[in-house]
């Protein structure tokens, strides 16, 4: 494999993004990539299931050489070949998270010669991930502004530990990407709610909604919306694992979208689920800033393959997001510029490579 790009799984963030990223960009870009020191700095560190699940989707995609695909492997090559269309489904095995194999995957289907349909099971709402809501009400959305149109519809709820959950994607290829720039957040124009459970008594949804409803008013907020799902095991879109959660989407007037989200815990009661959510939205609107963290780290790659120059204002600076920037410039001649501090508010530019897809174009 010549003109191989290393990458130190160790730096920054430290995690599977590392991983995820890479396999993307050396599916886009064509080169391959050695991942050493994979998760080093985790307990345990090396590949778990999660990671191995979002490497093999995007090696499915590019019919890719990998080695070092086993639970607990510090190093990883990727290899890939040409970027394909067509129907794919995968199983990650566990409650591993499915948005997260999705943030890999959909920036490769952007640049296949047809559309990409997905079948993935595994966790739709799952600790330290997006949940699946979120990729529907606020990324696709967002990306949508790129030029880049994407459907997600979740078939079956997976919670941990068992996961199981089934979602459907459907990507349309795009001939190239344009900038986007999100620097205000104007008027707030509504704010959603959506909340959900599983196998757990009736009341549990509606607390969590009536709790972040309740926060949510105090804090001055109108124009409030709730949609509140309960499942029992009757139900074929309900997961096998108990489970529930919430998400509060805030929308502007000039189009712009930020959420705020919470899952549930053994022992953590629904109204504390609903009050952290809107706690959480709350204090990012407050910074007026209009990228929340989730979205800003998200964008980078987008931002990245764009033509032209894009801009955005976060929240706030996460490592995931200075990660993502690093990645990036190992792989393509992109420019960055950061303003603000690690946890503060900020703003990064970009100046894209302008990818074009060689199959469309």
């Not at 559309?115 to 595994?122: D, F, K, N, T, Y």
């Not at 709820?157 to 986007?180: C, E, H, M, W």
């Not at 629904?270 to 809107?278: I, L, Q």
């Not at 204090?283 to 790659?301: C, N, W």
């Amino acid at each position: 494999m010549t003109g191989i790009v290393e990458i130190d799984g160790s730096m920054l963030e430290g995690g599977g993004q590392i991983l995820r990223t890479s396999a993307a960009l050396s599916a886009l870009t064509g080169k391959p990539v050695k991942v050493f020191n994979v998760r080093a700095r985790r307990n345990p560190p090396g590949l778990r299931l999660q990671h191995l699940a979002a490497i093999k989707t995007v090696a499915m995609l590019t019919d890719a050489e990998v080695k070092g695909l086993e639970v607990g492997s510090l190093e990883v090559n990727f290899n890939p070949k040409a970027i394909k269309g067509g129907s794919f489904s995968f199983d990650v095995g566990s409650a591993g998270s499915i948005t997260l194999i999705l943030q890999a995957l959909a920036p490769v289907a952007a640049y296949a010669p047809s559309p990409v349909e997905l079948e993935i099971v595994g966790g739709t709402n799952t600790k330290w991930s997006p949940p699946v809501e979120y990729v529907q009400e606020v990324l696709l959305p967002t990306l949508k502004r790129m030029g880049f149109e994407g459907r997600i519809e979740v078939v079956r709820r997976g919670f941990y530990p068992q996961g199981g959950g089934t979602v459907k994607a459907v990507f349309k290829p795009v001939n190239s990407l344009k900038p986007i720039e999100i620097l205000s957040q104007a008027k707030m124009v509504s704010i959603k709610g959506i909340s959900y459970s599983c196998r757990l008594p009736r009341h549990v949804s509606g607390r969590m909604a009536l709790a972040a409803r309740r926060l949510l008013e105090a804090a001055g907020y109108g124009r409030l919306s709730f949609e509140v799902e309960t499942l029992q095991h009757e139900n074929s879109k309900c997961s096998v694992s108990p489970g529930c959660g919430i998400i509060l989407i805030a929308e502007f007037e000039n189009g712009v979208l930020m959420a705020a989200d919470s899952l549930g815990e053994r022992g953590k009661p629904a109204e504390r689920v609903g009050a952290e959510a809107a706690e959480k939205l709350v204090s990012q609107v407050r910074t007026g800033a209009p990228v929340d963290t989730h979205l800003a780290d998200q964008l980078i790659v987008w931002m990245a393959l764009a033509e032209g120059e894009s801009k955005i204002r976060a929240t706030k600076l996460s490592l995931h997001t200075l990660t993502a920037i690093e990645v990036c410039k190992k792989f393509m001649e992109v420019e960055f510029k950061v303003e603000g501090r690690l946890g503060e508010i900020s703003t990064i530019a970009c100046r894209g490579i302008g990818l074009k897809n060689r199959f469309t174009g």
